[in-house]
């Protein structure tokens, strides 16, 4: 497994039979109550022949498809469309789709991670991610001196402060960061600058820096510069509600709007038992087919150990599985999103990263490498 290429070899007519076992195992749940299945309504059974019928359509379209983006998206070890759902049908492992226009009911409603602010442990050291350690106590009693002189709008007591908690701990970026801030609040926006880019040397992944720098520039009326930083800002804390609005407000000041759709994918996938031929697979509408590649990667015995050898794993990710799931969504996106913009530039896999992946897991652009990171902030740029 593994080998593409051309995908059109493969008939329409596998997709029928595809079809017809999915229907079938339907009307097989409906009259064999002696495994102990539950009766299905009519309305279960519309609700399957109405996906398996988006499914069908969807392999057509991204057939079609491939032959437009074949030089970009092409990949000799990933199953798209037709491919998939012929192994899909070739199984001995059926999988039952139904859907739902409310996934929230099944899996609760979706939590997208805030970071913490870095005020105290939240640390990294130039080169690590996310190492958390304290700080020396004189250094936490400094700053909680001159984090209470700024709450009492003594500004010029919490730089004194700071600044000495900097020099007693100058591997870490947030006394500058702080400091940096005090400057931004009477005005001294050189010093501010100055202060902020040398916190950011120091931790690349201080959010709360960089947030700083751009509301700097910003008043520096330097509009590009404080985009720039805002939108790494935003990378940097992906699921934080103030940097969104920030965005919304920055892009005003640039006489843009800000494009804020997204696509993040859920499905619920299980069997009754360890050894059940039975695997059910719930989804929105828009994400049967990522749920049904997902569910086979999942469930279809040995397919992800026969992928890993020539799997692209990015930050822990298994981008290779990622990408068969997106072809399998990919033909119902394309009305509603700019999902063939997005791979004719080049794009896929920050795609992945930043609308799929990043608001469940926002840590993943933290943890991906500086040069994958300024690609994120330039596809977000571009298509947002």
């Known amino acids: 497994m593994g080998k593409t290429g051309d995908i059109t070899n493969l008939t329409n007519w596998s997709l029928v039979r595809l079809y017809c ?13 002696t495994r102990g299945w539950q009766m299905r309504t009519f309305n279960d059974l519309m609700k399957r022949l109405i996906i398996t019928v988006i499914l069908l359509v969807g392999c057509v379209s991204s057939a079609d498809a491939q032959d437009d983006t074949t030089e970009i998206i092409i990949d000799g070890t990933i199953h798209y469309g037709n491919e998939l759902y012929s192994l899909v049908e070739r199984s001995n492992i059926t999988y039952l789709w139904d859907i739902t226009d409310s996934i929230d009911s099944i899996l609760g409603k979706l939590e997208r991670p805030v970071l913490p602010p870095a005020l105290g442990t939240f640390e990294t050291e130039r080169g690590r991610v996310l190492d958390l350690y304290p700080f020396p106590d004189t250094v936490v009693f400094l700053m909680d001196v001159a984090r209470f002189a700024f709450k009492r709008n003594e500004y010029l007591g919490a730089i004194h402060f700071y600044r000495k908690a900097a020099e007693l701990a100058p591997d870490m970026s947030t006394p500058l960061a702080q400091l940096g801030n005090c400057y931004y609040t009477i005005q001294e926006f050189d010093s501010a600058r100055a202060v902020l880019l040398r916190a950011i040397d120091i931790n690349p992944h201080d959010f709360t820096a960089y947030w700083v720098l751009a509301d700097t520039y910003h008043r520096m009326d330097s509009l590009d510069r404080a985009w720039d930083h805002l939108l790494m800002t935003h990378l940097l804390n992906r699921n934080e509600e103030d940097i969104r609005k920030a965005l919304f407000r ?37 994400c049967a087919g990522y749920a049904l590649a997902k569910a086979f990667w999942e469930f279809e015995p040995g397919y992800r150990e026969n992928m890993a050898p020539g799997a692209d794993v990015i930050a822990g990710v298994n981008m290779t599985e990622e990408v068969e799931a997106f072809h399998m969504a990919y033909p119902l996106l394309r009305d509603s999103l700019p999902i063939d913009d997005i791979l004719f530039a080049g794009y896929l896999h920050e795609f992945i990263v930043y609308e799929m992946i990043a608001p469940k897991h926002p840590v993943i652009l933290l943890t991906i490498d500086p040069a994958s990171r300024q690609r994120v902030a330039e596809y977000v740029n571009r298509f947002h």
């Open 21 to 33: 076992r999915v229907w079938m195992a339907g009307e097989t749940a409906l009259l064999n109550t």
């Open 250 to 286: 920055y892009r005003a000041d640039m006489g843009m709007n800000w494009d804020n759709w997204e696509f993040i994918p859920r499905y619920h996938a299980y069997r009754d038992s360890a050894d059940s031929m039975l695997v059910h697979v719930t989804s929105h509408p828009v």
